[in-house]
């Protein structure tokens, strides 16, 4: 009789961790970005834009592949892939670039990413962009100051 309850509880436990892991517990997935070779300044990720293709999960990565204006759009909201609401989780990013017909050609060190954040830009309290923004090769680029040239595009 002992050895029975034993084994229920250690079942019990087993079935809790699984339960946990695979239904509850959320993973957070790594991000590539992949931007035109040479490519050097502010980069933006641009959520939530009507009519934009939606982001996908590729091998356990979300992969953002950049315009020759360092822009990206996606109808994807800014929390896709993370772990949970409030967190990101933890990840790996990594940035390449890539040939004019998307063959990767060299990783770019993370030493020359600068100024990476996640933040909106509001008009008459209303958010109208969400993104993510990050310097390539350039830690004195001001990529907030650089929403105007995104606005620009968007219209």
Same mark, same amino acid.
């Given at each position: 009789?002992? $050895? /029975?309850i034993?084994?229920?509880v ?5 079935a @809790? ?5 695979f %239904? =509850? $517990? /959320? ?5 590539e970005f992949?931007?035109?070779? @040479? ?5 933006? %990720? =641009?959520y939530?834009v ?9 091998? @356990?990565?979300i ?14 909201p800014?929390d ?7 967190s990101?989780?933890s ?14 050609t ?13 933040g909106?830009?509001?008009e ?5 962009i ?9 830690k ?13 595009l968007l219209?």
């Open positions: 009789m002992m $050895k /029975k034993v084994i229920g250690i079942l019990a436990i087993v @809790g961790g699984a339960y946990y892991m %239904v =509850v $517990k /959320k993973t957070a997935y790594d991000e992949v931007l035109p070779e @040479g490519y050097q300044g502010c980069a933006h %990720v =641009v939530n009507k009519d934009a293709p939606p982001l996908k999960v590729t091998n @356990g990565r992969v953002h592949t950049f315009d020759e204006n360092g822009i990206f759009l996606t109808s994807s800014e896709f892939g993370w772990e949970g609401k409030e990101s989780g990840f790996k990013s990594t940035y390449v670039y890539a040939d004019k017909k998307g063959n990767k060299s990783e770019i060190e993370q030493e020359q990413i600068f100024a990476s954040a996640l909106s830009l509001e008459e309290g209303e958010v109208t969400t993104h993510y923004h990050f310097s390539v090769k350039d004195h680029a001001s990529c907030e100051n650089d929403l105007e040239r995104v606005k620009k219209n």
